[in-house]
């Protein structure tokens, strides 16, 4: 069954505390997302992966860190330097861009984290 | 200037009539547009994707592509009571990264 997972789907946390969320995918993709969203917004990138061992920084990649060690596998890490961690984490992947692709993401069940 | 706007709604439209969600993107260089469904605490799942000028049918799914305009919108036609949720529309500009508006609410009326 292929598809990406995410774990946890909640995840609590103290403020000052780093917290790693998971992101595996068995789809054969090349390409790997972490978005964050807030209440009532859109998704904005934080980090993403096109091939493994090289990541590049997406629009609010301050106060996050991720690595890309294994094709299959793309965690996010959130530290204590991210003023406003609590949101909803989303993982997607994507196959390289040429025919018959043409960029389309495919999303993970995202992780909620909250911060207190 | 936000490079995908959508109007954020709330969209309301009885159950059985059309659904018009409209987006505009900045990026005259943009080459692929998709449209994502997004149920309320779930993550967003591609509904629709068009690369060329004009109509694309799926269903009771329609996405109308003007690239001169810079326009794209989604049709959903005989709406249900289960399309209510927020529709995301999002825009490759050629790199490997999609951009994405804010959303647009849209709850249908039984």
């Known amino acids: 069954d292929g598809g990406i997972t995410q774990s946890p789907k909640y995840l609590f946390r103290k403020e000052g505390q780093n917290v790693t969320l998971s992101c595996e995918q068995n789809l054969n993709h090349d390409a790997m997302y972490w978005y964050r969203q807030d209440p009532g917004q859109g998704l904005r990138l934080i980090y993403y992966s096109q091939i493994v061992n090289d990541f590049q920084k997406g629009d609010i990649a301050e106060g996050y860190s991720v690595s890309r060690e294994k094709k299959e596998s793309f965690p996010l890490t959130v530290t204590s330097a991210q003023k406003n961690p609590t949101a909803f984490y989303l993982c997607?992947?994507?196959?390289?861009?040429?025919?018959?692709?043409?960029?389309?993401?495919?999303f993970g069940p995202g992780t909620r984290l909250t911060v207190t | 200037q936000k490079e995908v706007e959508q109007n954020s709604g709330p969209l309301s439209v009885p159950e059985g009539a059309i659904a018009s969600l409209n987006c505009t993107y900045s990026d005259r260089g943009s080459q692929s547009f998709f449209w994502y469904r997004q149920y309320s605490g779930k993550s967003p799942e591609l509904i629709m994707f068009?690369?060329?000028?004009g109509d694309k049918e799926d269903g009771r799914f329609t996405a109308q592509l003007n690239k001169a305009s810079q326009y794209v919108s989604l049709l959903i036609r005989d709406s249900q009571p289960s399309d209510s949720a927020t529709y995301l529309c999002a825009v490759n500009q050629g790199a490997q990264k999609l951009v994405f508006g804010q959303g647009t609410r849209l709850t249908i009326n039984p």
């Open positions: 068009i690369y060329s000028n």
């Open positions: 997607a992947s994507s196959m390289s861009l040429g025919l018959p692709n043409k960029g389309e993401q495919y």
